[in-house]
């Protein structure tokens, strides 16, 4: 029998339209039934938030969720007991919390209560596997003693010093003499410049291997092009993986990722690409250092794969998941830091001054280096005030502003608020930096005073208030580490340059913010740099 050509679109079309329909009736039923069986009890209590019926806090999810961050921060701060909470039937169900009493709950009182989950791991388990950021229990615990091990030795320590100091005089001073001696034309997108830094230098780190993002082509006189392409790929695959798969956090409706995924389409056919490219290279490089290692070869690295990869009890693909870790760790926080350090830094020159002041005394106390030389360890760890300076930078803009926990059985927090079994308990390190209960009236300004004693001395806050770096089992082992960087870069640059951020964005309010992984700002941070010989002493 005969079909004629419109016939036989029809049939297509509602072939088409029938996964649609029973996709959209899933929901439904879904949402309804869930509605209809939820009680006051397992909702989250909520202060100046709407719930509509049927939908819970859909609506206002996603009028929102383009400024989250901003959105939730407003919440809690007008909050009495400093806490979101939001259901949406069906879907999510959770807190977003800036309460030091929660999140000493959370982190340690009841630590065992609050794994990732497996909503969490879920997401991101095609992505990191098993590896430390994104397991929990036993296999949590194991690495975290291993890493913990690895990181407290005085070899990796200077492992990293050397790497960074490396990176500091070959490759980034370099590039901002070349920017600073371009007629004064050359702009330079310092986020983007920071970003390659760091991911050379935690590269490095985590597997002894050099990408070379921030080697500068020959012939470019102005320092705007990029040497070998390539290299830089994995730079690139990288971050549209992480950048693709923060979407399934952001999309209310969970089981619409596993959809797309399932189907191979939109986004998560772009994740499926990224992601494969990024194993790729990782499981290449894994593989060369186990080959290495059982032929004694190399035997005298550093780096945490090599560790690692020393004991024969670890499968390529555990080894691979352990260095994505410290990837997705390392990659853009310190870059993110320093990029809201140097924007607060174009506006106030009294603290730029007083930096400038502690880095030329410790240049002056310490023998062995000159100027254009990164300063040693002991220098660098002497330094109070550019330690408050940038801890305070990051109590206003962490690089890491939101982390997430999962509730595994029925909980009560401090002051007696019911959290149910299931439940996503999230702690915000943005919008604690904003509530004068913690920081008092002042709690807007950048003033790094607040962490100095009247010796002039750093003084370290509870890290249940500062959640920068976590707090509990989980505290970032890093920390250390990421201080070391940051120092390094910020002393050597501010010794020898001027960085004069671009009007528009100086004197423009604060910058728009991308809500990935980390804290990145929207369209990067173009500056100007000049040599500070030429600028005055003043400067």
């Not at 807190?95 to 879920?122: C, S, W």
């Not at 300076?389 to 927090?413: F, G, K, V």
């Not at 308990?425 to 009247?454: F, N």
Request: hydrophobic share 40%; charged share 25%.
């Amino acid at each position: 029998m005969a079909i004629d050509s419109s016939s036989s679109s029809e049939l297509q079309a509602s072939a088409l339209s029938l996964p649609v329909l029973l996709f959209v009736l899933y929901i439904s039923y879904h949402l309804i039934t869930r509605a209809l069986t939820t009680t006051k009890k397992n909702k989250p209590t909520t202060h100046g938030l709407k719930s509509h019926p049927l939908l819970g806090h859909l609506p206002e999810f996603l009028k929102n969720r383009h400024r989250f961050l901003e959105w939730s921060t407003e919440l809690i701060v007008a909050s009495p007991d400093h806490r979101m909470g939001f259901w949406i039937p069906g879907m999510r169900t959770g807190i977003v919390t800036g309460n030091p009493a929660d999140v000493e709950h959370v982190l340690r009182t009841n630590f065992a209560n609050y794994p990732k989950g497996e909503h969490a791991t879920a997401m991101l388990r095609d992505f990191l596997g098993h590896g430390l950021f994104n397991s929990d229990g036993e296999q949590w615990l194991w690495q975290r003693k291993n890493a913990s091990h690895e990181f407290s030795s005085r070899s990796l320590r200077r492992f990293v010093v050397d790497v960074v100091s490396d990176e500091v005089a070959g490759r980034l001073l370099p590039l901002l003499r070349r920017a600073a001696d371009g007629d004064g034309r050359v702009v330079l997108d310092l986020q983007h410049v920071l970003e390659r830094f760091a991911f050379d230098t935690i590269c490095m780190v985590a597997f002894g291997h050099d990408p070379c993002c921030l080697c500068l082509a020959a012939a470019d006189g102005g320092g705007g092009g990029w040497a070998d392409a390539k290299k830089s790929e994995f730079m690139r695959a990288f971050g549209e993986a992480q950048d693709l798969i923060i979407r399934r956090f952001l999309d209310p409706v969970e089981v619409s990722w596993k959809v797309k995924k399932w189907l191979n389409v939109g986004m998560e056919r772009r994740l499926k690409k990224a992601i494969a490219d990024v194993h790729a290279f990782a499981m290449g490089i894994v593989r060369a250092r186990r080959q290495s290692a059982s032929a004694s070869v190399d035997h005298h690295r550093d780096d945490v794969l090599s560790r690692f990869a020393a004991s024969a009890e670890h499968s390529d693909e555990a080894l691979r998941d352990i260095v994505l870790s410290f990837l997705i760790a390392g990659r853009e926080t310190t870059s993110s830091a320093l990029t809201w350090f140097f924007w607060l830094l174009s506006s106030r020159p009294a603290v730029a001054a007083r930096v400038l002041a502690e880095v030329r005394a410790a240049r002056e106390a310490s023998t062995g280096t000159r100027p254009g030389e990164p300063l040693g360890f002991d220098a660098l760890r002497g330094m109070h005030y550019l330690h408050a300076a940038l801890t305070e930078s990051m109590r206003l803009y962490p690089p890491a502003p939101l982390d997430s926990q999962s509730c595994a059985a029925d909980d009560t927090l401090p002051d007696g608020t019911h959290v149910g079994k299931g439940w996503s308990v999230t702690y915000s390190a943005y919008a604690m930096g904003r509530l004068p209960a913690i920081w008092g009236d002042d709690c807007a300004e950048y003033r790094p005073e607040r962490w100095l004693g009247d010796d002039g001395a750093f003084r370290p806050e509870s890290p249940f208030r500062y959640t920068v770096f976590h707090a509990g089992p989980r505290m970032c082992l890093g920390k250390e580490m990421a201080y070391v960087q940051m120092k390094s870069v910020v002393a050597s640059v501010l010794e020898e340059f001027v960085v004069d951020v671009r009007k528009e964005v100086a004197g423009g309010g604060v910058p728009e913010h991308v809500l990935s992984v980390t804290l990145r700002m929207k369209g990067g941070l173009p500056v100007q740099v000049r040599r500070r010989e030429l600028a005055g002493s003043a400067e």
